[in-house]
């Protein structure tokens, strides 16, 4: 998502725990020379730490007039082993964070007079999956998290839309992408016969980032290929 909004010539602020992977990241921008990047390596679970890294994205490449939620966790734990600690672990990261985080960008985007907010959603915001009650309790959360960010700031000209991917090779997902067998069913559960490659995730990206979905707010798009269709 990061490269796909260079490319469209968004300068990006890349934060996560991975330095090494937002180091390639970076690189990988920096060589296409459309837009400017820099980093910042915070773990976004510790929510006291989010006004310091809007300040800190703010004095980098200015105010964002963008955010990209999308931090998560999956524990995929039986429900048996779920704990306090993994439900809390995973209900702040995936709900909690783009809410707060989103709250600190606010008064640069008002600066600017306009702003778009793209949450992550899933096909778990609509189905249940099996040893994923905490994240598809985060999910369905996140749609209607959305729904109420687009109806607080919209007037204001700050529009809030979400993403819902089908699957995709991640970290979140290398479990799904080891079994062939459940690659192969949910490869067959879409509509078009195949899971999400990355390219399929950038016109979308750009789409809700940009001019074009003005009029578009408070609003889930499906990116599973019609799994959810089916």
């Known amino acids: 998502m990061a490269i796909a909004l260079s490319q469209a010539g968004a300068d990006v602020v890349l934060v996560g725990r991975q330095e090494d ?4 990241t970076a690189e990988t921008i920096d060589e296409k020379g459309t837009s400017r990047s820099a980093i910042l390596v915070a773990d976004l679970l510790e929510r006291d730490g989010l006004s310091e890294i809007v300040a800190e994205a703010r004095s980098k490449l200015g105010a964002p007039s963008i955010l ?15 704990t306090l600690g993994t439900w809390d672990d995973t209900l702040n990261l995936n709900l ?4 707060f985080l989103a709250r600190e960008c606010v008064p640069g985007m008002l600066e600017k007079g306009r702003g778009k907010i793209i949450n992550v959603a899933s096909l778990q915001s609509f189905r249940a999956f099996a040893n994923s009650i905490p994240y ?24 809030t839309n979400a993403i819902a991917p089908g699957f995709f090779r991640s970290r979140l ?27 399929d995730i950038d016109g979308v990206t750009v789409f809700l980032a940009a001019r074009a979905s003005d009029y578009i707010t408070g609003q889930v798009i499906g990116l599973d290929g019609g799994y959810s269709a089916k």
């Open 173 to 199: 997902t290398a479990p799904v992408w080891d079994d062939p067998d459940i690659l192969g069913h949910n490869a067959q559960m879409t509509a078009i016969g195949r899971n999400g490659l990355e390219e």
């Open 68 to 82: 990209i939620n999308a931090a998560g966790i999956n524990l995929r734990e039986p429900v048996e082993d779920v």
């Open 96 to 99: 909690a964070v783009p809410f």
């Open 136 to 159: 598809g309790a985060s999910k369905g959360g996140v749609v209607q998290l959305t729904r109420a960010m687009a109806e607080a700031w919209s007037s204001q000209g700050i529009l």
């Open 21 to 24: 992977q937002l180091l390639r």
